[in-house]
């Protein structure tokens, strides 16, 4: 029997982030999942908004974030626009210079890893297969594939392929087949301080500088995309044409392409069970918003772990998280269906949607108040 105060299923960067962020006054912390080997690791990377920045900064995670320069101004723009008015039609700025980083996947995970092994209330047990999950008292009892058992008070679940979910959120999730592949290329480029973002009628574009030699290019295309076949050679043309006179593309480093998928949980607390991350919401990359979501996740659910504690309750009560449920819904929900719906409205081709989505550009341009509000949303900046 293994006793532990918080368990979290799923191995990956919300699961290593929730637990350094909960392993405090003594908690205990069990991190478990299968791990599955992978041809070659993952290219994606991560824009964290200020708010994700001063977060990971808590965490003692100054020198990953000071691999990646700071994103100063974001331009977005459709396609169309940009070739007959050479500009992009909508431009974000901040008062306080920074708008976020981009911050390579790979190299943030490494750096977790390193800082689970340093703290002595975390231990991670990989290629585990949990069977079942029963409800004694105060605490889960987890039933592992080898029969023994895990006691704990509170379970966080941040991924969603593990049968608990389907044990005990039967018919929660929202999921549509966005039938999209994400082309992500690491590329050599010495644009820097800049993001863009062009939406084409096969999908939205993005530029994310990394450091002053390194870029991410996702390209969000239809399935039946011709460019999904493109050598590396090829989508480089492509994309320096598509960014003509605004940056250029050296050379690709590195391609892969990433099938994409929405999914919502209508509910995401049970008893002492809480989903995060992408257990509780998979979006669209559109916004940029994934993992910064997750972190709000995190950030309030130990914000509610604390005030209920402080009120005498056990950790993994079930008013605490649905204290956390609802204080999370809008948030989530906003960003979450807006990403498809954005997509879906810079794609089409209907002569209504084009006039619709044109004049909302213009006047988000011309409103600050509005830019404003939009940027202090996706930063997690206040006044």
């Known amino acids: 029997m293994i006793n532990t105060s918080i368990t979290i299923i799923g191995l990956g960067i919300t699961s290593k982030l929730a637990a350094l962020t909960l392993a405090s006054n003594g908690r205990k912390i069990l991190i478990i999942g299968e791990e599955k ?106 039933m592992l594939e080898n029969g023994e058992k895990i006691t704990t008070k509170l379970l966080i679940i941040t991924e969603k392929k593990t049968n608990l979910i389907d044990q005990n959120f039967k018919n929660n999730l929202i999921k549509k087949d966005l039938k999209q592949t994400s082309l992500v290329l690491d590329v050599k480029s010495r644009t820097k301080n800049h993001a863009y973002q062009i939406f084409t009628k096969k999908g939205a574009i993005a530029y994310l500088p990394i450091n002053e030699n390194l870029a991410s290019v996702i390209w969000s295309l239809d399935n039946s995309s011709d460019e999904l076949d493109y050598s590396q050679e090829d989508i480089l043309k492509e994309i320096n044409k598509l960014y003509k006179e605004i940056i250029y593309c050296d050379e690709v480093l590195n391609m892969q392409k990433y099938k994409l998928h929405f999914e919502y949980a209508k509910k995401t607390f049970l008893k002492s069970i809480v989903l995060i991350g992408d257990a509780a919401h998979s979006i669209h990359p559109i916004a940029g918003q994934g993992l910064n979501l997750s972190i709000k996740d995190i950030v309030e659910l130990k914000n509610q772990i604390e005030k209920f504690n402080y009120l005498g309750y056990p950790l993994g009560n079930s008013l605490s998280l649905s204290k956390y449920a609802n204080l999370r819904f809008s948030d989530t929900a906003l960003y979450s269906f807006s990403t498809i719906y954005l997509d879906e409205i810079f794609k089409s081709r209907n002569y209504l949607l084009n006039k619709f989505s044109n004049l909302g550009i213009q006047s988000v341009e011309k409103n600050k108040f509005i830019k404003d509000l939009i940027i202090q949303s996706a930063t997690g900046r206040s006044n």
């Open 37 to 142: 080997l992978k041809k070659q690791s993952s290219n994606l990377v991560t824009f964290f908004s200020l708010s994700s920045i001063n977060f990971l900064k808590e965490l003692n995670l100054e020198d990953v974030i000071n691999q990646s320069s700071s994103i100063n101004e974001i331009s977005c723009g459709k396609l169309e626009n940009l070739i007959e008015d050479h500009k992009f039609q909508i431009h974000f700025k901040d008062k306080n210079n920074e708008l976020g980083r981009v911050i390579s996947n790979k190299i943030l995970n490494e750096k977790l890893d390193a800082k689970i092994n340093e703290n002595k209330n975390i231990n991670i047990s990989r290629n585990i297969n949990i069977q079942s999950c029963q409800f004694l008292n105060e605490k889960n009892i987890l």
